[in-house]
């Protein structure tokens, strides 16, 4: 069983910083593609980030909305992935989600690829 759960998320001014967290358990990690994906009120869910699990440095991928302000990154040996957010802005309020490659129907389509597991989701907001 695929669990993917998230951390770090909060309350921060515009500007600020923050990182979230997903540690994966039931997943063959090393392989396949994770991301993160954010849902703001009212809106669909958009993919932000995702990055190749498999050998090398992996492959990443970024919405244009958060280019050179985030960083996605993965730790294979702790089995979590990351999301490094900087120069926060309030149009980046959201909650946030892990997402893992493959699984059930219901998911997401980001860079080419299909996510289907996901996690519980951590709040983020950024105020003026």
């Known amino acids: 069983q695929v669990q993917l759960v998230e951390s770090g998320g909060g309350s921060v001014q515009a500007g600020g910083s923050l990182r979230l967290s997903c540690a994966a358990s039931?997943?063959?990690?090393?392989?396949?593609?994770m991301g993160w994906f954010r849902q703001a009120p009212g809106k669909e869910r958009e993919g932000v980030a995702a990055i190749y699990t498999g050998g090398g440095s992996g492959s990443k991928t970024y919405a244009d909305s958060v280019k050179g302000r985030f960083a996605i990154s993965r730790d294979n040996a702790k089995n979590t992935l990351y999301l490094q957010m900087n120069s926060l802005k309030p149009e980046d309020t959201a909650m946030y989600y892990c997402a893992a490659e493959g699984g059930p129907f219901g998911g997401s389509r980001y860079a080419g690829h299909y996510f289907g597991y996901w996690g519980q989701g951590t709040q983020v907001t950024v105020s003026s």
């Open positions: 039931g997943y063959p990690y090393r392989r396949g593609y």
